[in-house]
């Protein structure tokens, strides 16, 4: 079966494990703390049967008793070793700066939804000098990784309406949050969702960020290609 083709005027993208590839930073980083409490430690795979949100339902999943270490505690300690090991093994995914800068050379409008801290992700974008090619950061004003869902519904009733979105993700709360903002979805299996989950969604799927640009404003492409052919 064909991928189809869609004209998007705005393009939401998630951030971690979406644009982000942080897995292997986000399981080591957990893995401090369940070894410090003598839990069983987390791999790969155990890490995609049970990464849920609210996170805090995670964390519940691992094992960890609230009543020894509460969950602020426990997520200010992820967030202290995240920033650690995430500047050792965590990098953009492979195709993401130019999927970005295409879109944006398209006139695309672009914008973060992510349940990131905000300060923490505006840094990442700064530092990968992609910051430019986005319109809005939508992200938490905290580090307790709760749903973006209200971020997404207020940020969508602000939108004219006649707008063709697709919010971009990795995970089946990403196919939540965008049903519920009434927009489409597409789902990247690089993340932190598995593959067989995200393809059970009514979303187009995809295994590499660059096959956007063949789904996403095939007409404005022509137009651009046909620019650039002239320019060059």
């Known amino acids: 079966m ?3 083709t869609v004209n998007y005027d705005y393009l939401l993208w998630d951030w971690n494990g979406t ?14 703390s369940l070894k410090e409490y003598n839990l069983p430690l987390l791999d790969k795979e155990r890490y995609m049967e049970i990464f849920c949100f609210p996170v805090e339902e995670y964390y519940k999943k691992l094992g960890f008793d609230f009543e020894v270490a509460s969950y602020d505690m426990l997520a200010k300690d992820f ?11 965590a990098f953009l995914q492979d195709g993401a700066k130019e999927v970005l800068r295409h879109f944006h050379a398209l006139g695309i409008k672009q914008s973060i939804l ?3 801290e905000k300060d923490i992700l505006t ?3 700064v530092f990968y000098g992609i910051d430019g ?13 709760e749903s973006k869902l209200d971020l997404g519904l207020n940020w969508i009733s602000k939108q004219n309406g006649d707008k063709k979105i697709a919010l971009i993700g990795d995970s089946p709360h990403d196919y939540e949050v965008a049903s519920a903002m009434g927009i489409d979805c597409i789902l990247f299996t690089g993340g932190h969702g598995k593959k067989p989950e995200l393809e059970l969604k009514d979303a187009i ?5 660059r096959q956007l640009k063949e789904i996403i404003n095939t007409e404005k492409q022509s137009a651009y290609s046909k620019i650039a052919q002239v320019m060059t």
Do not use: C, G, M, W
């Open 123 to 125: 840094e990442r974008l």
């Open 2 to 4: 064909s991928t189809p």
């Open 19 to 32: 644009l982000y590839n942080d897995v292997d930073a986000s399981i080591k980083s957990i893995n401090i």
């Open 205 to 209: 799927v995809i295994d590499d960020l």
């Open 79 to 89: 967030i202290r070793n995240f920033l650690i090991e995430s500047k050792k093994s």
């Open 133 to 145: 090619y986005f319109e809005e950061i939508l992200a938490l004003d905290n580090i307790y990784a």
């Open 114 to 116: 992510s349940a990131s």
